[in-house]
């Protein structure tokens, strides 16, 4: 396994980590197995959030007697000093340690971060939480480019977390701009979410990016373990053959595939169109069918909601049919 440097913070990290949102569907001892193996094959990093159930617990119950071996991430979407303080006391239980290596701001809109950022605000919890040794690192992660555009520019970002794959590539420039400022670059949703059938494609692409420090595909069997550290071994130069089974997966999903940009926004009828499209990702391709349903309920404006006046469609840039897609979401959903 290959090690690099998380950028500013100096951790040194395999290139493969471990997402942990698809360990919800199995256990802790299926946890603690998957973690085992790890150790076994140099996988140390590993991600988490608080909004991820019990995936914090089954974590802290697989790295008994094996926490050295790991550099541990998890994130909040607690905006305020209080919350994220009593966040970061929940993480510390839950995972059964007394410090967490990066913790991280999780997906914070423009107007949140000035929230976080705010006297009383989140950062604030964070900074007291580093200098009492709670926590090594503070980090950020988004789905808004803007966001991202905004995080590089904040001293205290020591990491920042985005989604980059064959088909998400809208923060390819900002990903280059992380290295040249030494920020680890964590990369999310190397499969889009589970739209990328073909794990290996999607994880050479992403390593042939030299200025992405870690991939995280989330992992819940052996065998997508031991594939996932096959692909990250194989350090060829990509292939013609790879190249176009590439731009086929573009094409496959390049008409009907949400990249989250959010240039779709404002919704006349209030939805959050790219969470939409997320928690129906989750729905039909994680096997998370509860954790989904949850999330896309806590939704204070639903698919159905749609007024079908098309002006979201006038405004993407992947001249998505979003009114249609929306009505897929409300019928699968049934709200």
Request: net charge negative; charged share 25%; hydrophobic share 40%.
């Amino acid at each position: 396994m290959e090690y690099r440097v998380l950028g500013k913070t100096g951790l040194k990290i395999s290139k493969l980590g471990f997402g942990g949102i698809p360990i919800q569907r199995i256990d802790e001892e299926g946890t603690k197995k998957l973690f085992e193996k790890m150790v076994e094959m140099g996988i140390n990093y590993i991600d988490t959030a608080r909004g991820y159930t019990v995936s914090e617990q089954y974590i802290g119950y697989a790295m008994e007697g094996l926490r050295d071996k790991f550099i541990l991430a998890t994130k909040s979407m607690s905006r305020t000093k209080e919350a994220m303080a009593k966040d970061i006391d929940i993480s510390l239980s839950n995972m059964r340690t007394d410090y967490i290596d990066l913790y991280q701001v999780h997906n914070p809109s423009m107007e949140n971060l000035d929230q976080v950022l705010a006297e009383g605000g989140a950062l604030e919890a964070l900074m007291e939480a580093k200098a009492a040794g709670k926590i090594g690192h503070i980090g950020l992660t988004a789905h808004s480019v803007q966001v991202f555009e905004r995080a590089l520019e904040l001293d205290w970002v020591e990491t920042i977390m985005f989604p980059y794959n064959i088909v998400e590539q809208q923060g390819a420039e900002l990903i280059k701009k992380c290295q040249e400022k030494n920020i680890g670059f964590i990369d999310m949703k190397p499969l889009a979410g589970g739209a990328i059938e073909d794990a290996t494609l999607a994880l050479r692409y992403i390593y042939a990016n030299p200025a992405v420090t870690v991939v995280i595909p989330g992992m819940a069997e052996l065998k997508e373990l031991e594939q996932n550290v096959k692909a990250s071994e194989n350090e060829a130069p990509l292939s013609q053959e790879e190249l176009a089974a590439m731009d086929a997966v573009r094409k496959q999903l390049g008409s009907n595939f949400c990249r989250r940009c959010n240039y779709c926004a404002p919704c006349a009828a209030g939805i959050n169109i790219p969470s939409v499209f997320l928690f129906a990702g989750y729905l039909e391709r994680y096997d998370l069918e509860d954790w989904a349903r949850d999330r896309y309920g806590s939704m204070a404006v639903k698919a159905s909601a749609c007024i079908e006046c098309g002006v979201c469609e006038t405004r993407c840039p992947y001249n998505l049919p979003i009114r249609q897609m929306m009505k897929k979401c409300a019928e699968e959903f049934g709200e």
